[in-house]
């Protein structure tokens, strides 16, 4: 028999099942784009905008809760409440960040190349990127600046190996960081990759020219987001992960 039992607060009750409830919301953007319910972009801004606006709203009704039970002197399901004040805190705080850092601290590009004079240009994707995908014309009066002020380390990648040597050690280091190889052209020292987010399978395209040089070869690579005015930094990243990559092998 539960006789003089409290029974948890009804409003802890209700509010903890809204926090499962909107994380399971917020979640649902990734796999429906893997189930082509919608397009990458708009499982982004799906989850974001649910995130921060359910985020807020539970934030409130949490706090609410919590001060009504203080009122009612109830501590039954006083920890729930406070998990969902955390759950709706947690899930608010991405564009609340991104909002107070000015974009997360990166500058609101999506094209970045290790040759700033002269970008390798792509051939074999163009056309193939989707309609509204931004666009592959360099833009270096906004570009050039804006990476050398926030990517200085992003730099053309010199290597002793001869160019067809160079280039096979590029193609190795592209398949083994997942990326989808396209537009191979062993005679031109040139190919192009696509490689895709896992939980949003955004697509970011990579072209890669090996050249030859006095002491070996030289290789240039560009990364370009298909979609979104920034990239928060992931193509920076890819490239330098390749720098670091190419730069291990023995």
Known sequence: MNIGQ???????QIIWLLALLLILVVLAG???????????????VFSMKGGFMGGIALAGLSLLVIVIMAVKKTCRGLSKAILALCVGLLLAAPVIYLRLSGGGGVPPIHDITTDLVNPPKFIALVGKRGEGANSLEYDSEKLVSLQQEFYPYILPIMTSAEPQEAFIQAM???????????????????????????WFKFADD??????????????DLRSVSR?????LGVNAKRIKSFQDSFSAIP
């Open 6 to 12: 409290k029974k948890t607060f009804l409003g802890a």
């Open 30 to 44: 990734g796999p429906g784009v893997h189930l082509g319910l919608w397009a990458p972009i708009d499982g982004f």
């Open 172 to 198: 190795d280091v592209a398949t083994g960081l997942g990326w989808v190889l396209s537009g191979l052209d062993a005679e031109a020292g040139r190919f192009e990759a696509t490689d895709y987010s896992f």
């Open 206 to 219: 990579i072209v890669v020219v090996v050249k030859e040089t006095e002491t070996g070869s030289q290789i």
């Open 227 to 231: 979609v979104g005015v920034s990239d």
